[in-house]
């Protein structure tokens, strides 16, 4: 499943209207503090390195871009940039509560 439209809304929020029509919105500090980058995960261990205190809770994403067929990298406005996330994580964690 791939993302049909991307958009960042005032809010902080990021949304995504997908191929089959299906809305996600994520709330911009709950994706920042989930990335998977190598400086917020250890690589080796999978350990988390990040410290989600230290985000800002206002976070929000500043840019996100369309990589390939593989996912989205997402800018923050804390000035992280690195991280990519999947389009099939993006929607087995769709937070609205319904059938995916
Ligand atoms: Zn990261
Ligand atoms: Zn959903």
């Known amino acids: 499943m791939k993302p049909a ?14 191929e089959d029509g299906h809305e996600s919105f ?3 500090k709950d994706l920042r503090c989930q990335c998977r980058c190598a400086l ?9 390195i ?3 205190a230290r985000v800002p809770g206002d976070v929000r994403p500043a840019r996100a871009d369309p990589v390939g067929n593989y996912g989205i990298n997402i ?3 804390d000035g992280h940039s690195t991280g ?3 389009n099939r994580w993006l929607r087995e ?8």
Request: glycine fraction near 14%; aromatic fraction near 12%; charge should be negative.
């Open 93 to 100: 964690h769709c937070p609205c509560g319904g059938p995916h």
């Open 40 to 48: 917020c995960v250890d690589e080796a261990t999978g350990r988390k």
């Open 50 to 52: 990040l410290d989600d």
């Open 5 to 18: 439209r991307i958009e960042i809304f005032p809010s902080g929020e990021l949304g995504i209207v997908w």
């Open 26 to 28: 994520y709330p911009g």
């Open 84 to 86: 990519i996330y999947a």
């Open 75 to 77: 800018a923050f406005s």
